[in-house]
Each structure stands twice: as C-alpha cells, then as structure tokens.
C-alpha cells in the first residue's frame, strides 16, 4: 500500500473505481463475473489483498451490503475499517463528510466503499479522493455490485458463461417489477441486464414508474401480469419508502400486494422453470409473498451467496490485484 499520502503528493492508487455499470467496459463485466463464479465455493484467499486496507464508509442503514462486503474484504486478507459518519464521528462538530473522508484517505487507505443518500456521491468522491470508491448504493443512482450479483445468479442458475461477455444472458426474458423510479437497484440493472443480452420489461405502480425514463433496450408493461408473461426471471422491488416525495399516496399494503404484488398464482404466468430473484429488504406480503420467497423458485438466498463472490473480485479489482484471482471457465 505504501505510506499515506496526500492530497498535495499527486496521482491515485493503482486499480480501477466502480461508481456506476458505465464504468466497465465489456471485458471487464465478463471478467468480474467470471472470477465471482470461480470464488463462489472458494472460502477465503487471504494473500490476495493482505496488507489492504478498506474503509466501509455507510451513511444509510445495510445489512446485506455492508456485511457482504466486509466478508469478502477479510477472505482476500484485507483489513476493514468502519466508518458511519454519526455522533462517534468529528461531524458531531460540524465537521462536512468531504473534510472526513478526504482526511481518512490522505491516512493511505487503499479503497473506500461508500453508501450515501445524494445520488452521485460515489462520482464525486471519485474526483476528490487518491484512493479507489466503490459505490455500495447512492441515493436514487446506482447500485453496481447489486446488479452483478443479480447477473451472476442468473448465470449460475441457467448454466451460462460468463466469458460469452455480452451475449451471457441472451435469450432470457427478464421481468424486473415493482419501485423502477427510486430504486438504484433498478438504476444498475436496468443498464446492465441489457448489455449481457437479455430481454428485460419493467411494471410499477403509477408514480414509482416512468416509462420515458426507461432506457431505449428497455420494454414497458402496464401492469405486473403483462410483464411476468414468459418471464424467466422475476426481480421484485420493493417500494422505496424513504425517498418517495410526500405528496405521493399510495394503496395500503393490502391493496398493493392485491395488484402488484407476486404471488403463487400469478408466478403461473412466467414459465415453468422461472426464478424470483429480490435485493432485500423484503416486505413480505407487500411486494412478495412468503410462499414465493420461500418456495422452490425462489433464489433470493443465493443472491445473497453471490454478492460475496462478486465483491471479492470488486475489491481485487479496485486494488489492482484482480490477476490473482481465479476465474471459471466456460
């Protein structure tokens, strides 16, 4: 790593940020993707990043991110320093988050992963930090490693190869249904899915859809049946309660579960061998329904398996060290 450095000393640590699906380049999708698939059974590689050290920079509550992420950051031998920004922090004296993080990267730390309520953090700190950012979800943005993780079980589960790149998922219709507007989720996959091929429709609610925002690869359903017809992959969303604007009502949970809600007779309009995937956190009997999270199409859990798999090969990467990963091959 070095001995810290700072804002004066000029030029950045070696490896590559990920702020944003747009900052990865063809190759380098199918190459985070292979080296996770290849990591998924893999307990641990402490040598690849001993001597790391990564700050888990959270604003926003997470479990399944932040805990992911320190899970991969100590099986690749890194060190992991939590940071919140709350009352234990300088920001208790009205110190900005930009003064404390810029002061904990000038300390020579090799990576900060970040998660932040503004949209665009992640790019910000991108332009103002020496070391690598990792975006782990800003605001209503994006949500990079989440849509890998999405795109990784998806190839898990239907045996493709992640080294046909572009043409990974082609020939999966994908059916991503609920929050589009404020979910980063959504922000992440909406741009990803489509690259590798696939054939992906979104439905939501009026008020958390807009269908001119899609992106042009993108198809529009009207309601939630319209889209699970012929699914292969269903990603229910869940409704971003903390961003939505005030003067947005919306049905009570009965009624919305009633509509657009996933449940075990309307999963029968997908095809017979169709998964439901979910980023979490889940409102059950909201969005979903227990016996669909639960059942025997559902792959929730090992989305959850996979976002370890696919952070470790995001830190490596970030640090430069992705070479010594392994990698699956087709």
Same mark, same amino acid.
């Given at each position: 790593?070095?001995?810290?450095?700072?804002?004066?000393s000029?030029?950045?640590?070696?490896?590559?940020d990920?702020?944003g699906?747009g900052?990865?380049?063809?190759v380098?999708?199918?190459?985070i993707?292979?080296?996770a698939?290849a990591?998924?059974?893999?307990?641990?590689l402490?040598?690849?990043?001993?001597?790391r050290q990564?700050?888990?920079?959270f604003?926003?509550?997470?479990?399944?991110? !932040?805990m992911?992420?320190?899970?991969? &950051?100590? !099986?690749?031998?890194a060190?992991?320093? /939590?940071?919140?920004?709350? /009352?234990?922090t300088s920001?208790?004296?009205g110190?900005? &988050?930009l003064d404390a993080?810029?002061?904990?990267?000038?300390?020579g730390?090799?990576?900060?992963?970040?998660r932040? !309520?503004?949209?665009?953090?992640?790019?910000?700190?991108r332009?103002?930090?020496? &070391?690598?950012?990792?975006n782990?979800?800003d605001?209503?943005?994006e949500?990079?490693?989440? &849509?890998?993780?999405d795109?990784?079980t998806?190839?898990?589960?239907?045996?493709?190869s992640?080294?046909?790149g572009?043409?990974?998922l082609?020939?999966l %219709?994908?059916?991503i249904?609920g929050d589009?507007?404020?979910?980063?989720v959504?922000?992440?996959?909406? %741009?990803l899915?489509?690259?590798?091929g696939?054939?992906?429709?979104a439905?939501?609610?009026?008020?958390?859809i807009?269908p001119?925002a899609?992106p042009?690869?993108?198809d529009?359903?009207?309601?939630?049946?319209?889209?699970?017809v012929? /699914?292969?992959?269903?990603m229910?969303?869940?409704v971003?309660r903390?961003?939505?604007?005030?003067a947005?009502?919306?049905p009570?949970d009965?009624?919305?579960?009633t509509r657009?809600?996933?449940s075990?007779?309307?999963?029968?309009l997908?095809k017979?061998g169709?998964?439901?995937?979910?980023?979490g956190?889940?409102?059950r009997?909201?969005?979903?329904a227990?016996?669909?999270?639960?059942?025997?199409?559902s792959r929730?859990?090992l989305?959850a398996?996979?976002?370890?798999?696919?952070?470790?090969?995001v830190l490596?990467?970030?640090?430069?060290?992705?070479?010594?990963?392994p990698r699956?091959?087709?």
């Open positions: 790593m070095g001995g810290p450095v700072g804002p004066s000029g030029g950045r640590s070696v490896g590559a990920l702020c699906i900052d990865l380049e063809d380098e999708l199918a190459e993707l292979g080296h698939l990591l998924r059974e893999l307990p641990s402490p040598e690849v990043l001993r001597g990564i700050v888990a920079a604003a926003e509550p997470s479990t399944r991110t !932040r992911s992420f320190q899970a991969a &950051a100590r !099986r690749l031998g060190d992991v320093v /939590a940071f919140d920004g709350g /009352a234990s920001a208790s004296k110190e900005s &988050a993080l810029q002061n904990l990267d000038a300390m730390f090799d990576a900060f992963v970040v932040d !309520r503004r949209q665009g953090w992640a790019r910000r700190l332009g103002e930090l020496r &070391a690598r950012v990792i782990a979800g605001g209503i943005g949500h990079p490693t989440q &849509a890998l993780l795109a990784a998806i190839l898990e589960v239907f045996g493709r992640a080294a046909e572009k043409n990974s082609k020939g %219709r994908i059916a249904c589009i507007l404020h979910s980063r959504a922000g992440s996959d909406l %741009r899915l489509p690259r590798l696939a054939s992906v429709v439905a939501g609610p009026p008020g958390l807009d001119a899609l042009s690869s993108v529009f359903a009207e309601s939630l049946d319209q889209a699970l012929g /699914a292969d992959v269903i229910m969303l869940r971003q903390e961003r939505l604007p005030a947005l009502e919306l009570d009965v009624s919305y579960h657009w809600g996933l075990v007779p309307r999963l029968g997908a017979a169709a998964i439901v995937l979910h980023p956190p889940m409102n009997g909201v969005e979903i227990s016996e669909v999270a639960d059942g025997p199409r929730i859990l989305q398996h996979l976002g370890v798999a696919v952070r470790m090969a490596a990467r970030a640090c430069g060290r992705q070479n010594l990963l699956a091959h087709p």
